[in-house]
């Protein structure tokens, strides 16, 4: 296995300038990074990375797109803390959860402190939050079929607002993000990175969810930074923050704080249509914010497998990357 000071460590950071349905999980950018790597590369080069990384003969991990210098804020592990504190009654421990669930992210610089003393977090600023809303749409009929008599039908599309709270008066929406990446050095990884700085280069867009031909979803490659300072000043880590969809592999169970996300698998095309019968599949996830316990370090901590509908081609990437903490 790849040594943990072998690994080179990257921010990428994203431009949006359109409405987002989500923020994308790493799950999500995989695939599009995969997409492009093809175009790039050839079909053949793309299956071969993608077996790479489920042998774990290479090692890439990539956090979910977030919010430019914030990190997922570990709610599960600080209501659990505040929770096990004397002094706190029923009423307080309510409103300081709400706080707490207020804050998704939090800054990079203010992690630890959260982790040391929880009940800080509850007066902390700036933080970003996500809230959620419907936006109404008007499908022109008439234009579509060419049929001046039908009627305009009205639907709904969810909408994600990314904010950052400045202080209790102050908000403004986030249209900088960006996503964090680790890579080992083989050849594979090196054509990856090479592909990202081309992409930052030309300022390339990339689409990381649906209705991008309405404008959402739609993302720009702006820069692409250096971490290994940043990351390697706490290289003998065993805990780690967890930025993205982890499938565990080596972490402690018992000294972490987890927090699941489970989703249905569905095959990217299916002949027949969707209205088809299918087999339903589900696969859960360590979700973002969780803390881990990785005594061998965060290259063996995830894992990838085999699609439940390709097996010979595709994968369900699980290689979250963890953000090292020291506790």
């Given at each position: 296995?790849?040594?943990?000071?072998?690994?080179?460590?990257?921010?990428?950071?994203?431009?949006?300038?359109?409405?987002?349905?989500?923020?994308?999980?790493?799950?999500?950018?995989?695939?599009?990074?995969?997409?492009?790597?093809?175009?790039?590369?050839?079909?053949?080069?793309?299956?071969?990375?993608?077996?790479?990384?489920?042998?774990?003969?290479?090692?890439?991990?990539?956090?979910?797109?977030?919010?430019?210098?914030?990190?997922?804020?570990?709610?599960?592990?600080?209501?659990?803390?505040?929770?096990?504190?004397?002094?706190?009654?029923?009423?307080?421990l309510k409103a300081k959860h709400a706080e707490i669930k207020k804050?998704?992210?939090?800054?990079?610089?203010?992690?630890?402190?959260?982790?040391?003393?929880?009940?800080?977090?509850?007066?902390?600023?700036?933080?970003?939050?996500?809230?959620?809303?419907?936006?109404?749409?008007?499908?022109?009929?008439?234009?579509?079929?060419?049929?001046?008599?039908?009627?305009?039908?009205?639907?709904?599309?969810?909408?994600?607002?990314?904010?950052?709270?400045?202080?209790?008066?102050?908000?403004?929406?986030?249209?900088?993000?960006?996503?964090?990446?680790?890579?080992?050095?083989?050849?594979?990884?090196?054509?990856?990175?090479?592909?990202?700085?081309?992409?930052?280069?030309?300022?390339?867009?990339?689409?990381?969810?649906?209705?991008?031909?309405?404008?959402?979803?739609?993302?720009?490659?702006?820069?692409?930074?250096?971490?290994?300072?940043?990351?390697?000043?706490?290289?003998?880590?065993?805990?780690?923050?967890?930025?993205?969809?982890?499938?565990?592999?080596?972490?402690?169970?018992?000294?972490?704080?987890?927090?699941?996300?489970?989703?249905?698998?569905?095959?990217?095309?299916?002949?027949?249509?969707?209205?088809?019968?299918?087999?339903?599949?589900?696969?859960?996830?360590?979700?973002?914010?969780?803390?881990?316990?990785a005594p061998s370090g965060s290259a063996g901590a995830g894992k990838?497998?085999?699609?439940?509908?390709?097996?010979?081609?595709?994968?369900?990437?699980?290689?979250?990357?963890?953000?090292?903490?020291?506790?």
């Amino acid at each position: 296995m790849t040594r943990v000071e072998d690994m080179t460590y990257y921010k990428i950071t994203l431009e949006s300038n359109g409405l987002l349905t989500q923020l994308p999980d790493s799950q999500r950018l995989f695939g599009a990074l995969v997409y492009m790597f093809s175009n790039e590369y050839g079909g053949d080069k793309a299956t071969a990375l993608a077996k790479a990384l489920l042998d774990k003969s290479i090692h890439l991990a990539l956090s979910n797109v977030l919010p430019y210098d914030y990190l997922p804020a570990p709610q599960e592990s600080m209501i659990e803390k505040l929770t096990g504190l004397h002094g706190n009654t029923a009423v307080t421990l309510k409103a300081k959860h709400a706080e707490i669930k207020k804050r998704s992210y939090i800054q990079t610089a203010k992690l630890e402190d959260v982790l040391r003393d929880p009940q800080g977090c509850t007066a902390l600023f700036p933080y970003v939050q996500l809230r959620t809303q419907q936006q109404l749409r008007a499908s022109i009929e008439s234009e579509r079929y060419n049929i001046p008599a039908l009627e305009s039908k009205l639907y709904s599309v969810p909408i994600v607002e990314v904010l950052e709270v400045i202080n209790e008066e102050q908000k403004k929406p986030v249209n900088t993000f960006c996503f964090l990446l680790q890579a080992d050095g083989s050849d594979l990884c090196a054509d990856l990175l090479n592909m990202l700085n081309e992409a930052v280069k030309t300022k390339q867009t990339i689409i990381l969810g649906k209705r991008a031909s309405q404008g959402l979803n739609i993302f720009k490659f702006s820069c692409i930074k250096d971490i290994n300072e940043q990351i390697l000043a706490n290289i003998s880590a065993t805990s780690f923050l967890n930025t993205g969809m982890l499938l565990p592999d080596e972490i402690n169970f018992a000294s972490s704080t987890l927090k699941l996300f489970t989703s249905e698998r569905r095959p990217f095309e299916m002949s027949g249509g969707w209205k088809k019968i299918f087999t339903r599949y589900y696969i859960s996830f360590i979700a973002e914010g969780s803390l881990i316990s990785a005594p061998s370090g965060s290259a063996g901590a995830g894992k990838s497998v085999k699609s439940c509908f390709n097996e010979n081609r595709d994968i369900v990437f699980g290689n979250a990357f963890l953000y090292p903490i020291s506790l």
